[in-house]
Structure formats: structure tokens, C-alpha cells
């Protein structure tokens, strides 16, 4: 997903402000779980994220409509998981919720990656080698040797 949306930094951490809190209209792409900022178009085909920004990772993330914003309309935020917050406008309450929905579906996903992983079964594990000599058993199963 991808295309134009404003976007402004409100929260560098829990309860610390951003230093700069201004709008700035960027082309914002979302891939797998990542949300990544250029200028424009072009810079997306070069390669060159805003101002060199890393993309934003959206593992343990929450997005969501920011109904106690009121000085511009179509907003939504996005806290990460570093207690980060950023702002999102769309042109449009159709763009706003068709980016929520985006982002929120990216998120979803990003945990779901992480609980499939875990969830796979573990190898089998068979008793110890019978074949292994007293010296090879001791070294698999201590990091000291045993007192003599």
C-alpha cells in the first residue's frame, strides 16, 4: 500500500514530546510490517527514504482513529512499541480508514509471523547415544568435569 497522507512525530517517547511537531505531506509505503517515508514518488523509485529515516516497525504497534485530535479531520495514530506516536492525515475519511485498516491488517500480521515461529513443534529428541564413551557423555552434559 502506498501514496500521500500527512504525517507528524507527536511523541519521541512515553510522555516526552517530539521535538518537532509540524505536518509535512509525505509518500508514505507500507510493506510487510514496515511503514516507510520519501518526499515523493521519485524517491521511492531511487530509494531514498525522507531525511534518511529508518522505516518504522509496526511489530506490537497500535493504530487507531485519534478522536481527541481536532484541529484537522481524518486522523489517525499509530503508538509503537517504544512508546513513539505519530499522526496521520488522509485527504479523506475513505483514504483515512482504507490506511487504518492497512496498517492495522501489517501489525496483525507482524505478530502473527513471531507466534507461527514459536509455534512450530520442536524436534524430536531421543535418549542419550549409547554409543557415546563415559568421557564424551560427561563433556555433552557438564561444563565441568566430574571430581574423580
Not at 505531506?25 to 531514498?48: I, M, P
Request: charged fraction near 30%; aromatic fraction near 10%.
Amino acid at each position: 500500500m502506498e501514496g500521500y497522507l500527512g504525517r507528524k512525530h507527536d511523541l519521541e517517547g512515553p510522555n516526552k514530546k517530539a521535538s518537532n511537531r509540524s505536518w509535512s505531506n509525505l509518500y508514505c509505503v507500507l510493506r510487510n510490517s514496515e511503514l516507510t517515508f520519501y518526499k515523493d514518488a521519485k524517491n521511492l523509485a531511487l530509494g531514498v527514504p525522507y531525511h534518511g529515516e529508518e522505516p518504522l516497525a509496526l511489530r506490537h504497534a497500535i493504530c487507531e482513529i485519534a478522536a481527541n485530535y481536532k484541529k484537522k479531520k481524518h486522523v489517525f495514530k499509530l503508538r509503537l512499541s517504544n512508546g513513539s506516536e505519530w499522526l496521520f492525515h488522509g485527504k479523506d475519511e475513505e483514504e483515512m480508514l482504507s490506511w487504518l485498516q492497512g496498517v492495522s491488517a501489517a501489525i496483525t500480521e507482524s505478530q502473527s509471523i513471531r507466534v507461527k515461529a514459536q509455534s512450530l513443534p520442536l524436534p524430536s529428541v531421543t535418549g542419550p547415544d549409547a554409543s557415546l564413551g563415559k568421557k564424551d557423555k560427561e563433556k555433552r552434559f557438564s561444563f565441568f568435569p566430574k571430581k574423580k
